[in-house]
């Protein structure tokens, strides 16, 4: 169907939105498929689906939530399909599936809010980097009152001015940094919080570019480094020798020298780097975010399309 590959493409192309919006992007097209399907053949449609959610998991490799929340459909989807239900009701279970998950991403946000507030009480200062929303959600509801953010732009499309604007009418001590100014910010810091796109199977974090100068920085200044990252953000299929890295155009960067300009949009951070994982868990150290990782390995065995 065009339409699916049309929406699919809009997900290849979006430099705005995070892996977890992108994720919830992914879980709606395959609701779509659903509602949308003139199909009177259950394992037509059933193919469909399948076919939807291995497309989805290509989109964007840098991305793991698009790639586990697809499969999560999917396989929910086909064990409706094998257990006697008509067309009609199947397309019914589609739509309460995505419903359900769409449901569980924002259960997701609020248990993780909950987590970073047993932490974070006597903080005055924080630093964050791009745009995550999953981060938005944290620094607006789970920080204490007065509590300063320090946002870094994050070139070449500026995403952490996106926080900046979103946060400004609920954040009253925030600043605007430069990424180069990270440097400077971050010794005077409680903590850095940033995003992840993925956390590979070796436990090392797929962000943002400047996500790992951030925590080299935050290292050497003894500053606690926290990934934002619920456990549907663990894709076992990567680690960080073959992780795969966006790069984009680099008119981004300078639309003169285009040819001359680096546009790489990630980059991996060591686990050794990391004090731990604000998950839908609690805060997991390594030992604890590794048990997620061997839990995915078996599921993905079982979600196997």
Excluded at 57 to 67: E, K, L, N, Y
Excluded at 86 to 96: P, T, W, Y
Excluded at 283 to 294: P, S
Aim: net charge positive; aromatic share 6%.
């Amino acid at each position: 169907m065009d339409w699916i590959e049309k929406k699919i493409e809009k997900i290849v192309n979006d430099r705005r939105r995070g892996a977890a919006q992108l994720a919830s992007s992914a879980i709606r097209i395959l609701m779509a498929v659903c509602q949308r399907s003139e199909s009177t053949d259950l394992k037509e449609l059933a193919r469909t689906i399948k076919q939807t959610a291995l497309s989805l998991t290509q989109a964007r490799p840098s991305m793991a939530p698009i790639r586990n929340w697809s499969l999560v459909f999917a396989q929910s989807f086909l064990a409706k399909t094998n257990a006697g239900f008509s067309i009609r009701e199947a397309k019914r279970q589609g739509v309460l599936i995505g419903k359900e998950l769409l449901a569980l991403q924002q259960e997701f946000v609020h248990q993780q809010v909950e987590a970073t507030r047993t932490i974070t009480r006597d903080y005055e200062s924080v630093v964050t980097l791009s745009y995550s929303s999953t981060v938005e959600a944290i620094l607006r509801y789970g920080l204490p009152p007065g509590c300063r953010v320090v946002i870094a732009e994050s070139r070449p499309l500026m995403e952490g001015r996106r926080l900046f604007q979103n946060l400004s009418g609920d954040v009253t001590e925030l600043r605007m940094i430069t990424d180069a100014q990270m440097g400077l910010a971050i010794p005077d810091a409680d903590l850095v919080l940033v995003g992840a796109d993925a956390v590979l199977r070796d436990l090392s974090v797929l962000n943002k570019t400047g996500t790992y100068l951030a925590a080299l920085v935050a290292h050497a200044h003894g500053r606690d480094f926290l990934v934002a990252a619920d456990t549907y953000k663990i894709n076992v299929t990567m680690d960080s020798h073959n992780c795969i890295l966006e790069s984009k155009s680099g008119r981004e960067v300078w639309s003169r020298q285009e040819k001359h300009s680096d546009n790489v949009y990630f980059d991996i951070t060591p686990r050794q780097l990391i004090t731990g994982f604000v998950s839908e868990k609690g805060i997991l150290d390594a030992a604890g975010m590794r048990e997620h990782v061997q839990r995915w390995q078996r599921l993905e065995k079982d979600l196997a399309l």
